[in-house]
């Protein structure tokens, strides 16, 4: 069966920062590129980073560029979002799936919260 597990959100003040980790079971997980994609209240989940499956190699959307940095460790099936200099409008649920495709079901997303 396979699980996607996200974690560390919270309730952080502008500025501030936060450490997401997604661990993943129950697929060959250094196969895949994985990614990680927010929803916000009343919009569509979006992507907002992706790491590659081999080489390491990273892309972020422009509106977290700079902010943000995706890495994974194959060895512990995990992927992890540090995220700094947080802003309100970061204010979402984080979930992490394939990319960019997400072929398997969302989990239960991790709510970040970022007050003004």
């Known amino acids: 069966e396979v699980q996607l597990v996200e974690s560390g959100g919270g309730l952080v003040q502008n500025g501030g920062s936060l450490r997401l980790s997604c661990a993943a079971s129950?697929?060959?997980?250094?196969?895949?590129?994985i990614g990680w994609f927010r929803q916000a209240p009343g919009k569509e989940r979006e992507g907002v980073s992706y790491i590659s499956s081999s080489d390491g190699s990273t892309n972020y959307a422009d509106s977290v560029k700079g902010r943000f940095t995706i890495s994974r460790d194959n060895a512990k099936n995990t992927v992890y979002l540090q995220m700094n200099s947080l802003k309100p409008e970061d204010t979402a649920v984080y979930y992490c799936?394939?990319?960019?495709?997400?072929?398997?079901?969302w989990g239960q997303g991790t709510q970040v919260t970022v007050s003004s």
């Open positions: 799936n394939t990319w960019p495709i997400h072929k398997y079901d």
């Open positions: 129950g697929f060959t997980f250094d196969d895949y590129y």
